[in-house]
């Protein structure tokens, strides 16, 4: 026993011998967690956005004026309209937002260029964001019909611009190009809203590739151009697939209320429909210098030219009421000088977008167009709307200056009365309701043209020794002698 204990004695003494001094042994480090360097996680922290409260736009209370913080509308919406610098509602505005909002049907008399597209895109937005739903591919839940290429473009343009900070989808449907396109975006995602023309409207409906069965917001934009383009059956074949009007939202826009459009207007919204016209002295906007100068066919083009060589007019919209004009102008003026280009229902589709980007980016200064480009057309900053000929239908001036002069910004109207078209004057006073200057052109405008800086492009000229071909070559045996 005593061995035992001693032999345990001396093996714990060897082992506290074997063991290194606390001084001298030392543990190694436990393993520490890689980690970025301290520069590397600054640099990777992003800034932390300020949320946009309606603090961000203040707009102050005025008399006879009504805000868009009047009305109860989504902080994204309002988003967007302080992005676009819209302070106070036009009177179509002011008046349609009050019911829409509500959800009654509206039947509204508003020229081009009062504001009625930003009404009812408001309305649609406003309904859908506070009550949102999943709807299915090609089911939209508002459809908006308007009769010119032209005009979808830019509702859809527009819709895009107050609708950036929401969710909702917008497709633009109009014949004369991208068909294939157009199929895929139905075909790709569910959709909320359809601006479109009726007759590719139809064509994609009875390919089935468009359910209206499931909208609850119709909106009929320029309803009297629609009754004189021949398009009001395709309209009641769409307007047939759609709920009954005692289940959706009918809002129907018009430049004119004849008896023909309010019966449609009628038959397509409810009894308890809110009915708003703009008085007859705001048919024109008051930010438009109206002018007419009195020509003659033989000086009307020599007066055009040096009105827009001496002010230097760098966008201007020249129009005519035929298709030849316009060509035989466009030539004539690009021979003394002027960057421009013809806008009428001869060219495609493709090449008007293309016309109309080069006249919104300054590469040409003058458009000349046919009242193709009357309606439906919002482009900043034309300084001058000139009337080479005074239109047939007085309504038609009033589309074409509402060009210019708008969203209050100021603009000039200055039209040349030749010895037939200084007839039509009347009926444009009588239509606008209010008188238009009218004057004899100045020295300035008179002085004589200066000689063309181009000229005309030659014809080929064939050689003497080879005649032009005008056929089939056929062999010698079978030729006449």
């Not at 709807?135 to 508002?142: E, S």
């Given at each position: 026993m005593k061995k035992l204990i001693l032999f345990l004695k001396t093996l714990f003494n060897k082992e506290e011998k074997l063991k290194p001094s606390s001084s001298l042994y030392s543990a190694p480090p436990a393993p520490q967690p890689k980690s970025a360097p301290p520069n590397l996680k600054k640099a990777y922290k992003r800034p932390k956005k300020k949320k946009w409260s309606i603090n961000n736009f203040l707009v102050e209370p005025k008399k006879g004026e009504t805000r868009f913080h009047d009305?109860?509308?989504?902080?994204?919406v309002m988003h967007a309209i302080a992005d676009l610098k819209f302070k106070y509602c036009t009177?179509?505005?002011a008046q349609l937002l009050t019911h829409t909002l509500e959800g009654k049907d509206a039947t509204a008399k508003a020229q081009t260029g009062t504001g009625k597209s930003a009404s009812f895109i408001v309305t649609i937005m406003t309904r859908f964001l506070k009550k949102p739903f999943k709807?299915?591919?090609?089911?939209?839940?508002?459809l908006i019909l308007a009769p010119t290429r032209e005009l979808v473009h830019q509702i859809e343009k527009d819709f895009k611009s107050l609708a950036k900070y929401t969710n909702l989808r917008i497709i633009a449907i109009f014949g004369g190009t991208g068909y294939k396109k157009q199929q895929d975006m139905l075909k790709s995602k569910?959709?909320?809203?359809?601006?479109?023309?009726?007759?590719?409207?139809?064509?994609f409906m009875n390919k089935n590739m468009i359910n209206p069965s499931k909208v609850e917001i119709v909106v009929l934009d320029e309803a009297d151009r629609m009754l004189d383009m021949g398009f009001i059956p395709d309209v009641r074949r769409i307007i047939l697939r759609t709920p009954h009007k005692n289940s959706r939202q009918t809002l129907f826009f018009s430049a004119t209320l004849t008896d023909d459009v309010l019966r449609l207007a009628d038959s397509w919204t409810t009894s308890s429909k809110v009915q708003i016209e703009i008085e007859s002295e705001h048919a024109a906007a008051d930010t438009i210098n109206q002018i007419i100068y009195i020509s003659t066919e033989q000086d009307k083009f020599k007066h055009v030219y040096n009105l827009i060589n001496d002010e230097k007019l760098k966008r201007v919209l020249l129009f005519v009421n035929r298709k030849d004009t316009a060509r035989t102008l466009s030539t004539k003026f690009e021979r003394y000088g002027q960057k421009c280009s013809v806008l009428s229902g001869d060219i495609s589709q493709d090449r008007r977008f293309k016309v109309l980007n080069n006249f919104k980016n300054g590469r040409i200064n003058l458009l000349v167009a046919t009242d193709v480009a009357a309606r439906g057309l919002h482009i900043k900053d034309i300084s001058h709307v000139i009337n080479?000929?005074?239109p047939y239908e007085p309504e038609h001036y009033i589309h074409r200056i509402g060009r210019t002069g708008r969203a209050g910004a100021t603009g000039t109207s200055i039209s040349f009365a030749d010895e037939m078209s200084s007839f039509f004057i009347p009926k444009i006073e009588e239509v606008l309701g209010n008188k238009i200057d009218c004057e004899y052109p100045s020295e300035a405008l008179d002085k004589p043209l200066p000689k063309p800086t181009k000229k005309y492009p030659s014809k080929p000229k064939y050689s003497k020794k080879r005649k032009p071909f005008k056929g089939k070559h056929r062999p010698k045996q079978y030729r006449k002698n």
């Open positions: 009305f109860d509308l989504p902080l994204s009177p179509i505005q709807n299915k591919n090609g089911a939209p839940r508002a569910p959709v909320d809203v359809i601006v479109a023309t009726p007759g590719r409207f139809i064509d080479y000929d005074l």
